[in-house]
Every structure is written in C-alpha cells, then in structure tokens.
C-alpha cells in the first residue's frame, strides 16, 4: 500500500501565506516526478508545480513567481510554499506523485486526498 497524506490547508486572507506538504508512505521503492494540482469550485483540476526527482521545477503560468515546489527525497515529501495568495487560489489542492513499488517494475500515479485552501477577499 501507498498513502499519500497532505496537510497545510486553510483560510488565508489576501496577500497572505500558506505552506501545503505531502507526505508519501508505504512501499515504496522510488518516486519520480511529484506535484501539486488544484480544482476550484466549477473547474477542472489543473496542475499548480510540479517537481522531478532531479529538482527541476515546472509551474503553472499563474502561480509562477507567488508559489515554490520543493521535496524533501529522504522523507518522500513535497512542499508547496504559498506566497501573495489571491482568491483566485481558493480551490482544493491535491497531491500527485509518480511512484514505483517495492517489488514492482513499473511507475504508477497516486493522489492525495485534497486539502482545501479558502483565500479571502
């Protein structure tokens, strides 16, 4: 089994800050590319940042310059630091990581269980 487990949501004002983590557990081999994403109220999920096991980022368009990615490999978890938050941002975000199993030979996707951030104006 594999769990991965967020923390961090909450009510902001704006302009204000949140950190978001992810923690990944289990059986677990390696992790490849983790993210997050998120999906307002009447939207589809989108991806938010995204970060290789290499450290190299990639973020949405919207987010770039407010949010950091960054991963912690010895404790299989992703951060998503949250800066200048607008109420835009208010959505549920989720966790994402690409993960191979113990005893296992291929990569799979797992999701967290979405932790909501309310931005308020």
């Known amino acids: 089994q594999v769990q991965l487990v967020e923390s961090g949501g909450g009510l902001v004002q704006t302009g204000g800050s949140l950190r978001l983590s992810c923690a990944a557990s289990?059986?677990?081999?390696?992790?490849?590319?983790m993210g997050w994403y998120r999906q307002g109220p009447g939207k589809q999920r989108e991806l938010v940042a995204a970060?290789?096991?290499?450290?190299?980022?990639n973020y949405a368009d919207s987010v770039k310059g407010r949010f950091t990615i960054s991963r912690d490999n010895s404790k299989n978890t992703v951060y998503l630091q949250m800066n200048s938050l607008k109420p835009e941002d208010t959505a549920v975000y989720y966790c994402?990581?690409?993960?191979?199993?113990?005893?296992?030979?291929?990569?799979?996707?797992?999701w967290g269980q979405g932790t909501q951030v309310t931005v308020s104006s």
């Open positions: 289990g059986s677990i081999f390696s992790i490849n590319a």
């Open positions: 994402n990581a690409d993960i191979r199993r113990s005893g296992w030979s291929d990569y799979r996707d797992y």
């Open positions: 970060v290789t096991s290499g450290g190299r980022t």
